[in-house]
T-cell receptor, first 115, second 113 residues
Framework: GAGVSQTPSNKVTEKGKYVELRCDPI?????LYWYRQSLGQGPEFLIY????????DSGLPNDRFFAVRPEGSVSTLKIQRTERGDSAVYLC?????????????FGPGTRLTVL | GDSVTQMEGPVTLSEEAFLTINCTYT??????LFWYVQYPGEGLQLLLK?????DKGSNKGFEATYRKETTSFHLEKGSVQVSDSAVYFC????????????FGTGTRLTVIP
């Protein structure tokens, strides 16, 4: 079946602009996660949804970052007033439910470059 | 807080050599432990996992044992192949209700023929 998909695959923007990154999880997966991976580092957690609600947003670096999942499926990560330090690969993952030992399935990522 | 410390890379091995990538963790609860792999040009995928102490995860000839006494989850393979060349990430979920993965920095493995 279809895996996790993310669009766009690449996004180049200018400092100060607004961007939206989209994630389509595996059908039926109720848990959805966003991570950010900088060059040479492991992914870092941003936010986790169980259904439509953000169950844990403790990883969001500041209030420029916001994410939604209005119907419990597709999620959008929104970044306002982008800064050069936001440049990274943004990864989305989904899992069957909230249980901590469940496998998370990752999408291919969106590479964001802020000029 | 919860964290994972992973052996620095890069690691270069000849085909059929023995592989060990060290991973130790710090966690306040009863974590589940994972190894994820990222092959060139592909996304992260689960390689193996262990959810409680003394469990051994295994897949594709790779193994790792959850050692609570040494807080370790070292990845091993007896005979690596060129196709194993990838970046390997050790990770945990805390088991305290939070479900996000904490990742190590990754170890790049290159296997030469």
């Amino acid at each position: 079946g279809a895996g996790v998909s993310q669009t766009p695959s690449n996004k180049v923007t200018e400092k100060g602009k607004y961007v939206e990154l989209r994630c389509d999880p595996i059908s039926g997966h109720t848990a959805l996660y966003w991570y950010r991976q900088s060059l040479g580092q492991g992914p870092e957690f941003l936010i986790y949804f169980q259904g439509t609600g953000a169950a844990d947003d403790s990883g969001l670096p500041n209030d420029r970052f916001f994410a939604v999942r209005p119907e419990g499926s597709v999620s959008t990560l929104k970044i306002q007033r982008t800064e050069r330090g936001d440049s990274a690969v943004y990864l989305c993952a989904s899992s069957q439910n909230y249980l901590h030992y469940n496998e998370q399935f990752f999408g291919p990522g969106t590479r964001l470059t802020v000029l | 807080g919860d964290s994972v410390t992973q052996m620095e890379g890069p690691v270069t091995l000849s085909e059929e050599a023995f592989l060990t990538i060290n991973c130790t963790y710090t966690a306040t609860g009863y974590p589940s432990l994972f190894w994820y792999v990222q092959y060139p040009g592909e996304g992260l995928q689960l390689l193996l996992k262990a959810t409680k102490a003394d469990d051994k995860g295994s897949n594709k000839g790779f193994e790792a044992t959850y050692r609570k006494e040494t807080t370790s989850f070292h990845l091993e393979k007896g005979s690596v192949q060129v196709s194993d060349s990838a970046v390997y990430f050790c990770a945990l979920t805390s088991g305290t209700g939070a479900n996000n993965l904490f990742f190590g920095t990754g170890t790049r493995l290159t296997v030469i023929p």
